[in-house]
């Protein structure tokens, strides 16, 4: 899928002019200052940056966990969707006494579905991330691969248009973390969603995405804004990410020491 946009379709998100600060002990600390990001519908739009810069941040304000002390944020997104967008977080926060089918069916109970219409759309979504044959389980019996993808089989179920990922496999061992990364690409194709994928892996970001925007300084702003060509499905080595990769990291190195 390209990531250039058409020009006679809007973003799926249309961010101008967004600044977020907070006001502690009496100080006034900036996070994000006067972004401006368009994002077209069905892009793989990939955030890294360096710890503390407001990657994680930016994805709260557009899920509405944070408020912007200014700019706008504008979502075009289907009004009939359950729930326009979803996030993974870090960890995959599953609720311990309830059975992976069960988990994966929470996020519906707030939109009237019966109980049959909620287990059956779970067990959709857990077939999409490959999981079908642990329904019964209870997370204290799963990896920390499997727990991850039931949380992004429990954000798909709730059909949103975007789906936000917030550094969903940094806690997992290399092997763990590559595999998922295949995965969520395969869930990718097969959806058409369109997903904002939080990062400070550079090799991660470029292996995953059509596009990359480096946020750097504080606060934090961006710095690059860098779109990839590579064909999917992507080879690891591929000449083409290397270079992607060597060059967003002298990126990042030059412009975090300007900001």
Do not use: C
């Amino acid at each position: 899928m390209s990531s250039t946009m058409s020009s006679t379709q809007p973003p799926i998100i249309d961010i101008r002019g967004l600044s977020l600060a907070y006001a502690r002990d009496g100080r006034r600390t900036e996070i994000l200052s006067a972004l401006d990001l368009a994002v077209p519908r069905g892009q793989f739009l990939v955030i890294v940056g360096e710890s503390g810069v407001g990657k994680s941040t930016l994805l709260r304000v557009l899920i509405d966990l944070a408020k912007p002390s200014s700019g706008t944020v504008r979502l075009e997104t289907d009004p009939g969707t359950l729930t326009p967008m979803a996030l993974v977080f870090q960890d995959a926060r599953l609720l311990p006494w309830r059975r992976v089918i069960d988990n994966v069916a929470f996020g519906l109970e707030r939109h009237g579905l019966s109980k049959p219409e909620r287990r059956a759309r779970a067990a959709a979504m857990l077939k999409l991330v490959g999981l079908s044959d642990l329904a019964g389980r209870w997370p204290h019996q799963l990896s920390g691969g499997q727990r991850q993808r039931v949380a992004i089989a429990r954000a798909l179920a709730v059909e949103p248009e975007v789906l936000l990922m917030d550094e969903p496999f940094s806690a997992l061992d290399s092997f763990t973390r590559e595999g998922l990364q295949d995965e969520i690409q395969r869930i990718k194709a097969q959806t058409g969603k369109t997903v904002l994928f939080v990062t400070h892996d550079i090799d991660e970001a470029v292996y995953l995405a059509d596009r990359v925007v480096v946020l750097a300084g504080s606060p934090g702003r961006i710095a690059a804004d860098v779109t990839l060509a590579p064909p999917r499905p992507r080879q690891r080595r591929d000449a083409a990410l290397v270079e992607a990769a060597r060059h967003l990291r002298a990126e990042l190195s030059r412009r975090s020491a300007e900001l």
